[in-house]
């Protein structure tokens, strides 16, 4: 059975870095494009970071310069390093792999507060 695990998340400061971890087990993905997502209370869940097979990265604009996508294939682990955290960036944060239309698979979501 596919899993995706989360963690790393927590409660830091406005201006704190955090590093998430999205361990996979079930399947290899390492020639799949995964991704980080992220929902705040009363929001649509918005796609936050891309990263393809050959490490391509791509970033929504709020974040870019503060946040960092990285995969290690070996152990089948994404991760998404992030500084110079704002009260904005507050939301579930959860990562997503797409195989095809009948394999999308979603991890439980890690929770990041970020106080003023």
């Known amino acids: 059975q596919v899993q995706l695990v989360e963690s790393g998340g927590g409660l830091v400061p406005a201006g704190g870095s955090l590093r998430l971890s999205c361990a996979a087990s079930?399947?290899?993905?390492?020639?799949?494009?995964m991704r980080w997502y992220r929902q705040a209370p009363g929001n649509k869940r918005e796609l936050v970071a891309t990263?393809?097979?050959?490490?391509?990265?791509g970033y929504k604009d709020s974040v870019k310069g503060r946040f960092t996508i990285a995969r290690d294939n070996a152990k089948n682990t994404v991760y998404l390093q992030m500084n110079s955290l704002k009260p904005e960036d507050t939301a579930v944060y959860y990562c997503?792999?797409?195989?095809?239309?009948?394999?999308?698979?979603w991890g439980q979501g890690t929770q990041v507060t970020v106080s003023s």
């Open positions: 997503n792999v797409v195989q095809s239309a009948d394999r999308i698979y």
């Open positions: 079930g399947s290899s993905f390492s020639s799949d494009v």
């Open positions: 990263i393809t097979s050959g490490g391509a990265t």
